[in-house]
Nanobody, 124 residues
Framework: QVQLAESGGGSVQPGDSLTLSCASV????????MGWFRQAPGMEREFVAA????????YYTDFAKGRFTISRDNAKNAVYLRMVNLRPEDTAVYYC?????????????????WGQGTQVTVSS
């Protein structure tokens, strides 16, 4: 079993940047595609971005393209989501997720494991 822990959330102003981190507890990220989801108040949880287990392939939902960057460092068992030019509509709880896979290809992942989430608030 993989346990995930997010960090890096906070309250920022529109246009600011923020980097979220996700760390594995007791297990390597090897053989797991990793992704980020978010859930805004009153909204359904939605996919944000994913990265393949070797980190060679990434996939973003439309609203994230050009503003968000997902990356990973398997040596550190860490996954990151760099967000720039944040908007109020980015306000949400952001969740790290992991999907076991033997493939390098990545798309919208179907998580086997979830983190507890970290709050991102973008407001004036």
């Amino acid at each position: 079993q993989v346990q995930l822990a997010e960090s890096g959330g906070g309250s920022v102003q529109p246009g600011d940047s923020l980097t979220l981190s996700c760390a594995s507890v007791g297990r390597t990220f090897g053989s797991y595609a990793m992704g980020w989801f978010r859930q805004a108040p009153g909204m359904e949880r939605e996919f944000v971005a994913a990265i393949s287990w070797k980190g060679l392939s990434t996939y973003y939902t439309d609203f994230a393209k050009g503003r968000f960057t997902i990356s990973r460092d398997n040596a550190k068992n860490a996954v990151y989501l760099r967000m720039v030019n944040l908007r109020p509509e980015d306000t949400a709880v952001y969740y790290c997720a992991a999907e076991f896979t033997a493939r390098e290809e990545v798309g919208i992942i179907r998580p086997d494991y979830w983190g507890q989430g970290t709050q991102v608030t973008v407001s004036s």
